[in-house]
């Protein structure tokens, strides 16, 4: 099993933009989504669930300015997470996505 972390701010709940960190790319690119591979504007969505079994699209992107930014978004991320969690993404050996959900400790 892989797996990416993400601790949430609330810029990342109140724009629903999240940075794509070093462990989410190093992830996406161990299962054939490397960002290095996508130019400005493009996307990739990819379906996911949460660990109460609610299916998701988590979505991969540059974004379509000069710099290109790497970027990853969660359909209806707000109902499941709160400011200060720890997101984590899990692929396992079959390439299911699934969401789980803890405390950061800070």
Request: aromatic share 4%.
């Amino acid at each position: 099993m892989k797996i990416a972390t993400i601790c949430i701010t609330k810029t990342m709940l109140d724009k629903a933009i999240i940075d794509a960190n070093k462990s989410v790319r190093e992830l996406m690119e161990a299962v054939g989504y490397p960002y290095g591979a996508m130019a400005s504007g493009d996307r990739h969505a990819l379906p996911a669930c949460w660990e109460d079994g609610s299916e998701t699209i988590i979505n991969l992107y540059r974004t379509a300015n000069a710099r290109a930014d790497r970027r990853i978004s969660i359909k209806g991320i707000k109902a499941h997470v709160e400011i200060g969690n720890l997101l984590l993404i899990e692929i396992d050996n079959s390439n299911l996505i699934t969401l789980r959900v803890t405390k950061c400790i800070l």
